[in-house]
């Protein structure tokens, strides 16, 4: 009797083992490259096979200083490198607020993709062609108004019709 308490006990311990081995790894973006591309002019273009890789995204983002949700055929806004710091940008000051743009192009529209945001302490908010996916904090135009995201988050998102993604960031700090 004693023995079959404990492999019942043991039991939710062996399925959980069985369900970590099977998500971690027997995931598809276990065995993939993660391959790093950088913006030009708020641009990036995924290579043809880019369903075999994972990306990091970086470099010269369009940038909009003390405006949220600036389109991103804005003719008044600048470019600014990604990852960075409001004092690299137009704004000259490590504090402040705006949005960064970004144009994703030859996309599969038949694929989901995703976008993860780490963990950072400032907030922002992340529009994916035209809808607020997601929400770290709440961004400000002023210190009382913000609240610092705390959080990772992710997105799943189609590409437009056209194969291309607009990605605007609205971070303040």
Not at 21 to 43: D, M, N, R, W
Not at 93 to 103: R, T
């Amino acid at each position: 009797m004693s023995r079959s308490r404990v492999f019942l006990g043991a039991v939710p311990f062996i399925v959980f083992g069985v369900l970590f081995y099977c998500i971690y790894f027997l995931s598809p973006g276990k065995s993939k490259t993660v391959l790093s591309l950088q913006a030009h002019e708020g641009k990036i273009e995924l290579p043809d096979n880019a369903d075999e890789y994972l990306f990091t995204l970086e470099g010269e983002f369009r940038f909009a200083p003390e405006r949220f949700d600036a389109p991103l055929n804005d003719e008044a806004a600048s470019f600014a490198v990604i990852p960075g710091s409001f004092s690299q940008t137009a704004l000259k000051n490590e504090f402040g607020y705006g949005s960064y743009g970004l144009i994703l192009s030859n996309l599969n529209l038949d694929m989901i993709y995703g976008l993860h945001i780490g963990r950072a302490s400032s907030s922002c908010t992340v529009v994916i062609n035209g809808q607020t996916l997601i929400h770290q904090g709440k961004p400000g135009t002023k210190n009382k108004e913000e609240i610092p995201g705390i959080k990772t988050s992710q997105a799943a998102f189609y590409a437009k019709p056209d194969g291309t993604a607009e990605i605007i960031i609205n971070i303040s700090n």
